[in-house]
């Protein structure tokens, strides 16, 4: 076979680097961390990119593919940093990124009568190695009952409530498994949710949440104040959104912890 033209590796006139260039929307199978079973498989939506130095025309879209193909059997948060520094090192650029996007499933038990069930946490990883230098950020959205305290406090009887979204970002230094995460946000609120419920778990989560009434606001800061309290964590992000269920508006809070720890 004769020789073929590198034509992304030419050089390029116009002096002006590329901050990202890569693939998008790969729909691709990931094996995850479970901390109960040991592995999860999914599929994830994933976008990889490496910053362009200014002299180079292109690169070279395939090695992405291939980067992948030879660590599909294991593509989780621990081989991240492997995988970022094998795009950096064959695509010779100093920056490299990845974003995954994913479902994960944890078997979840009702209150009462403890049927099993899944419930699924859409999950998304960014990270990025610049210069060998790695950040990990890990964000699950956790669907949460949230009762309101001023509709509790005026009302005779009942008291509105509705299903939010908690929202929890980290970046730490040792491992964070997602089911630590989705306990951190359930555990926040009014009331835990659940994909299966028979009658008496439905008293149950009901009788739960008129009794723990909390706003949105106060989701946020219960979530915010135990993240703190972990040292394995160099920042992190909570937010919270209420589809409140008679007002035509969601409500809806965020707490940035700084990168010091610290508010």
């Not at 081989?79 to 944890?106: D, G, V």
């Amino acid at each position: 076979m004769k020789n073929l033209a590198d034509v992304q590796s030419e050089k390029d006139k116009r002096n002006l680097p590329i901050d990202k260039v890569g693939v998008k929307n790969l729909h691709y199978p990931i094996s995850l961390l479970d901390k109960a079973k040991k592995r999860q498989h999914t599929i994830a939506d994933i976008n990889m990119f490496v910053l362009l130095p200014s002299e180079f025309k292109g690169t070279h879209m395939s090695r992405f593919i291939e980067i992948l193909n030879e660590n599909k059997d294991c593509i989780d948060i621990k081989s991240i940093s492997h995988i970022l520094k094998e795009m950096r090192l064959r695509l010779n650029a100093a920056k490299s990124y990845i974003n995954m996007q994913f479902p994960y499933f944890i078997e979840k038990e009702s209150p009462v009568t403890k049927i099993k069930s899944l419930m699924s946490y859409d999950c998304i990883v960014d990270a990025v190695d610049d210069n060998g230098k790695n950040k990990i950020t890990l964000t699950v959205a956790v669907p949460v009952t949230s009762l309101c305290p001023c509709s509790k406090e005026i009302s005779d009887y009942g008291a509105h409530n509705q299903r939010g979204i908690v929202k929890i970002s980290v970046r730490f230094s040792e491992l964070i498994w997602i089911e630590e995460v989705v306990d951190i946000a359930e555990s926040s609120a009014s009331c835990d949710i659940y994909s299966l419920l028979k009658r008496p778990d439905e008293k149950y989560v009901t009788e739960k949440a008129y009794n723990n009434p909390m706003f949105v606001e106060d989701i946020a800061r219960n979530v915010a104040l135990k993240l703190k309290k972990d040292k394995r964590m160099d920042f992190f992000s909570v937010e919270v959104e209420n589809f409140e269920s008679i007002h035509n508006h969601n409500a809806y809070a965020l707490i940035n912890s700084k990168y010091s720890n610290d508010f």
